[in-house]
């Protein structure tokens, strides 16, 4: 069980760089990520980091 478990981060800029490193990180702690970013290379992100996912009504 992760420390982040149940929690939901909205981080910006979340395509590379700083914002990116904050997101991977909060994953790994069990946070469910929303995140946007306006960068034009977004598709040079691999595929398996760019998953949606749904979770299910509670």
Known sequence: MG???GKVAFISGGARGQGRSHAVRLAQEGADIITFDICEQIDSVPSRERRR???PTR
Do not use: I, N
């Open 53 to 55: 996912t749904t979770s």
């Open 3 to 5: 420390v982040l478990d």
